[in-house]
C-alpha cells in the first residue's frame, strides 16, 4: 500500500499557501502542475491518457471504444480558497491504489478500467460549480462558461487559452461520456455522520438540492465622518440583516444556509459603502424549505436574490447504491448509507443518466473545505480496500 | 477666471474610475501624473517646486530660506476609491487660482508664498491617512511607514522607490515645515452645514476627534453544505451583530461610527468564513462617547479593536481663525464658522505647531467621498476669491 503514502507526498507540494491549506484553481499553474501529476501516474501504470472537450482527463486501462464502456473511478484535483488535502484528491489517489492493490494480487478486468481527473469542480475562479462534468453533460452551455470572469475580469476562455486547452471546442461531449458505462466516485465525508456512527467508510443515497444566489445590495457611497447617520443608506447595514436572516430562517426551517462571500464598494474605511454584493449559499430538503430560505433572505436585503445555480436534488439508483455498498463494506456486512449536502461530479453524472456511485471515507471533524480538513491515513487506506472490492465486483 | 477651469478640466482626466469617480492612491502611476500636474501649474507661475523627505510636494513663489516662513496654501490630490473629484484638488487648483487672480489685481506678496501638495492624505493605499503630512511632522514614525502594506502586499517603501522617492529618507522634515509660517486649506464640505445655511464659504472651528480600529473576527472554515449550524463557528454572524452594534452605540451616544472596509477569508460561496477582517471608523465628541463605541463594537465582536490611527480634537487657533473668517467674508461680514468630522492635514500641522486654518466650500448635497460628491462652480469660484481675500489679508 506505498503506493497510497508516496502518491500523496507528490500531490502535497502542489499549490499549498501560508494558511497550510491549498490554493489550486481551475487553469492556473498549478491547475497544469496537479494535470501533469495525473498524467505521470496514469503513465507509470501503461493507462492512455485522453483530454474531453470540457477539460476533463481520462487515463483508461483497456479500450472503452472498441470492448464497451467501461467502469470509471475518479474525482477532481482542484479545491476551495484554502481548501483541504483531502477533498477531490484523495478521491483520484486512492482510485489509483485500488489498481495498484488490485493488480498485485493479480487481478485483471473483465471491462475496460478509467480513472477521471474532472476540471473546476469547486468553481473557485469562475463561480460554477462541477463545471467539468457540467460541460461534458450539456449542463453549462458552453458560450456561458467560456464567457466566466474570475476576480481579476479573466474569462474562462482566456484562462483555458493561457493553458494549453483551445477555448472554441469546449462543450459537450458524448464521445467521452458514451465511454463511461459506470461511475464510481470515493471522498472524503464532509460532515461527521461516520465519525458519530463508528464507520471508516460509507455509501451515499443522495445528494441534498444546493444551490448558489447572488444579492446586490446597494447604498449610497458617502463620507464617514461627516455623514449623519439619518442621511445614510449604508449598505453594511443590509448585509447584517441578510446574514442574520440566512441563519434565523436556515434554523426555521432545518436547512442550511451561508453567506461566505463577499465583495464590498468601494472598501474604504472611511467611506459609507456604495454597494455590498453577498453571496448565499443554501441547501437542504424539501426543496420548497430552501426556497423559502431564499426569499426571505432577499426580502431581508431588499432585492430579489440571483440564481447563480442550482442543483435539484439527486438521488443514486439503488441497485448499484447497494451493490456498491454490500462490496465496500465486506465480510463485515453492508457499508453504511448516508446522504450528503455538498455536490460532487457523481451527481451531475447520474443526473445525466450515467449510472453512479458514491464512497465517503470518514472526516473525525466532519470539517471540510478548511486546512484543518483531514482523514486519518488508517480510514484512507480502508477506502482504498473498500474500492478496490468495488472494482473486483463491478470489472 | 479662466485659470480655475482649464486646471479643473486637465485634472478631471486623471484617475477617473468606470464609477464616474476616482482612484488616485498614493505612489501609482495616478499619483505621478497628478504630481507632473502639480510642477507644471508651478512652473507655469515660475514658482519654484521642492520635495521633501515625507513625499510632498511644495511650489514657492519667493525664498522663505531667506525671507522667513511663508504662507502656504494647500491641500492633497489623491483619493478614496471612487471618490470625488473635489476632495483635496479643489484646494490646489483654488490656491493657483487665488494666486492668478491676486497677479491680475497687479498685487504682489510681502512674505513668500507656497503651495502645498500632500501626499497619502485619504490613506487609501496604505491605511494610514494624512500620511504625507503625519511623516513631516513626525507623527508618523518612518519605520512603521515603510512597512506598511497595501492590499496586494507591496510595502509603502517598495511603492515609493517604484515612484522614485527614495524610502530610507522618509520621515520627519523640521527645514520644510519651518518654511510654513501660517497654513491654509481650502476644502470642499462633506457635510450639508453651509447648504442648509446658505452660504457658499464657511471656515473651520475644529476637526472632531476621530480614528480607525481593524477588528479581527476569527472563525472555523468549514463546508458551507455539509455543516450543521450547530457546529459553525461563523464569523460573517459576528460581523453582522458587529455593524448593527456600531450604528445602534453610535446613534445613541450621538456619535457616527461606520464599517466601511471587509475582508473575508477564504471569501468562497461554498465555504463558511475562516476570518473576517472588519474596519470601524468612530468620530464625534466627546471623546469618552466615541470611546465607548468602539468598545461596545469590541465586545459585540468579542475582540480588542486594534487602534490603527487617532486623532484627537483640534481646535484652530481663534485668532487666525477670526482674522481668516474675516477676510474670507469680504463686504457682507464675516464668513461662517462650523465644525467637521473630516481629517485633514490642516489639523495635522496645527496639532504641531502651525498656525493653520480652513475654509470649506458649500457642497449642495453633503456627500462625499462619492462620485457623486459635488460643488456648483460658482460656490468653486467664490471659494478661490474668499481665498485670494485671505491671502492679500496674511501676505
Known sequence: MTSFGSMWDDLGE??????????????????????????GEAARRSMTVVGDRAGNLWAWDGDPDADGPGLV?????????????????????????????LRASGWSASRPLGIACFADEEGARFGVACAGSKLLTGDLAPDRARALTDA????????????????????????????????VELHVEQGRWLADGDAPVGVATAIRPHG????????????????????RDDPMLTLAAVVQTAREAAAALDVVATVGKVVVRPNAVNAIPSEVTAWLDARGLPVPAVRQVVAEVGAAGGVDPVEESWVP???????????????????????????????HD??????????SAMLFVRNPTGVSHS????????????GVEALARVVRDLA
Open 346 to 355: 457523481a451527481g451531475i453524472l447520474a443526473a445525466a443518466g450515467v449510472p
Open 14 to 39: 502542489v499549490g499549498r499557501a501560508p494558511s497550510g491549506g491549498y490554493r489550486r484553481f481551475a487553469w492556473t499553474r498549478e491547475d497544469g502542475a496537479l494535470r501533469d501529476w495525473f498524467r
Open 313 to 343: 436534488p439527486v438521488v443514486f439508483g439503488a441497485a448499484l447504491r447497494d451493490r456498491v455498498a454490500a462490496a465496500a463494506g465486506g465480510d463485515p456486512g453492508p457499508a453504511p448509507l448516508l446522504d450528503t449536502g455538498a455536490g
Open 212 to 231: 448558489r444566489w447572488r444579492l446586490d445590495l446597494r447604498g449610497r457611497a458617502d463620507h464617514a465622518g461627516t455623514t449623519r447617520l439619518a442621511d
Open 371 to 382: 486546512p484543518a480538513e483531514h482523514a486519518e491515513t488508517a480510514d484512507c487506506l480502508a
Open 152 to 183: 481579476d475580469g479573466t474569462t474562462l476562455a482566456e484562462a483555458a487559452a493561457a493553458a494549453g486547452h483551445d477555448p472554441r471546442h469546449l462543450g459537450r461531449d458524448d464521445e467521452a461520456l458514451r465511454r463511461v458505462g459506470t461511475y
Open 73 to 101: 473511478l475518479g474525482s477532481h484535483l482542484d479545491s476551495v480558497p484554502d481548501g483541504g488535502a483531502f477533498d477531490g484528491p484523495l478521491g483520484i489517489v486512492s482510485a489509483f491504489a485500488a489498481l495498484d492493490l
